[in-house]
């Protein structure tokens, strides 16, 4: 069982809106910055988002994060079907000392 | 181009051992925190083990513990995961992944490959 709690599937239309929630505690996401992995199927992880909201450069605004309390949400806007892939948040635990995954939730544009 | 290419995995006996190997270009690896991130088949992301601040600070997962232990060749840019009294339940795909410089926020970029750990008899 992961440290951080993400729903395990989610789906939306093509060109529709999608979010995918993360949930944690005051040792994780409630003192530390969150970040976000894409990982399509066959391939090494690749950073999304990072300090909660930030996204590296070539990554399209389609991509957004945010952060409350212990709780943090990826938001994926114009579905693409290129978007299929686990995706993944992450944070360092301040309690146990080592970084947390979510579980990972997988993505299907219907 | 910053890159991190994995070496090492192969097919093991439980109870063996191995040594993975994670080459950077691009960038210095003593200057960030280098982490080794597992996934076994089809199941999600497990960080393992960091090296961080030139060797001086050291930390691992508590399922590896005791068992595996992180090390680095700076003059080759390279940073080891030597694994040992290895389980079934390691068998996974070892990714090395670069943390952040010191007082940094704490993300992976970039990812290595990977390189596939196999423990069966």
């Known amino acids: 069982q992961s440290v951080l709690t993400q729903p395990p599937s989610v789906s939306a239309a093509p060109g529709q809106k999608v979010t995918i929630s993360c949930s944690g505690s005051?040792?994780?996401?409630?003192?530390?910055?969150v970040s976000w992995y894409q990982q399509l199927p066959g391939t090494a992880p690749k950073l999304l988002l990072y300090?909660?909201?930030m996204r590296p450069s070539g990554i399209p605004d389609r991509f957004s994060g945010s952060k409350s309390g212990t709780s943090a949400t990826l938001g994926i806007t114009g579905l693409q079907t290129g978007d299929e892939a686990d995706y993944y948040c992450?944070?360092?635990?301040?309690?146990?000392?080592?970084?947390?995954f979510g579980g990972g939730t997988q993505l299907t544009v219907l | 181009e910053v890159q991190l290419l994995e070496s090492g995995g192969d097919l093991v006996q439980p109870g063996g051992s191995l040594r993975l190997s994670c080459l950077g270009s691009?960038?210095?690896?003593?200057?960030?925190?280098i982490n080794w991130v597992r996934q076994a088949p089809g199941k999600g992301l497990e960080w393992v083990s960091l090296?961080?601040?030139?060797?001086?600070?050291?930390s691992y997962a508590d399922s590896v513990k005791g068992r595996f232990s992180i090390s680095s060749d700076n003059s080759k840019n390279m940073v080891f995961l030597q694994m040992t009294s290895l389980r079934a339940d390691d068998t996974a795909v070892y990714y090395c992944?670069?943390?952040?410089?010191?007082?940094?926020?704490?993300?992976?970029?970039?990812w290595g490959q990977g390189t596939l750990v196999t423990v069966s008899s």
């Open positions: 992944a670069r943390g952040p410089i010191p007082g940094a926020t704490f993300y992976f970029d970039p």
């Open positions: 300090d909660n909201n």
């Open positions: 090296m961080s601040d030139g060797g001086n600070n050291i």
């Open positions: 992450g944070t360092w635990d301040n309690r146990s000392s080592v970084f947390v």
């Open positions: 691009g960038f210095s690896l003593r200057k960030f925190a």
């Open positions: 005051t040792s994780n996401i409630g003192n530390n910055c």
